[in-house]
């Protein structure tokens, strides 16, 4: 299979335990790596045959958008189920990290690996 990918796509969502975190938006970063087939989209030149990594940066945008979440946990699980139900994605790897959370870290994160 192959891959494609979105490295540190910059978000801005609700993301957090504290209540100032629930409060304001902040800066989450996002990798995602789908696992696909291309071979119909390189043999034909047609990006409607592929995953449009355009189209895919966006979904995630919109998503977390309109969702928040206190945990990182809970919001990789859904983001990962979201991506899941997208039109040719066999498996998804996804990292999201808060690069603010901890002072002394350049960032923390979490990350996962989920297939249909």
């Known amino acids: 299979m192959d891959k494609i990918f979105i490295k540190n796509l910059r978000v801005i969502g609700i993301l957090g335990v504290h209540p100032y975190e629930q409060r304001k938006p902040q ?7 789908v696992t696909t087939d291309i071979a119909q989209a390189a043999e034909n030149d047609d ?14 945008m919109k998503y977390m958008d309109n969702n928040r ?10 983001l990962a189920q979201e991506i899941l139900k997208l039109n040719r994605v066999e498996a998804v790897k996804l990292s999201i990290e808060k690069p603010n959370a901890v002072p002394e870290a350049e960032s923390v994160g979490v990350e996962i690996y989920r297939q249909k």
């Not at 800066?27 to 790596?33: A, L, P, S, T």
């Not at 990006?47 to 995630?60: C, E, G």
């Open 27 to 33: 800066r989450i970063r996002v990798n995602v790596e």
């Open 47 to 60: 990006v409607k045959q592929t995953i449009d990594y355009s189209m895919l940066s966006k979904h995630i």
């Open 69 to 78: 979440f206190f945990t990182i946990e809970a919001l990789i699980e859904a």
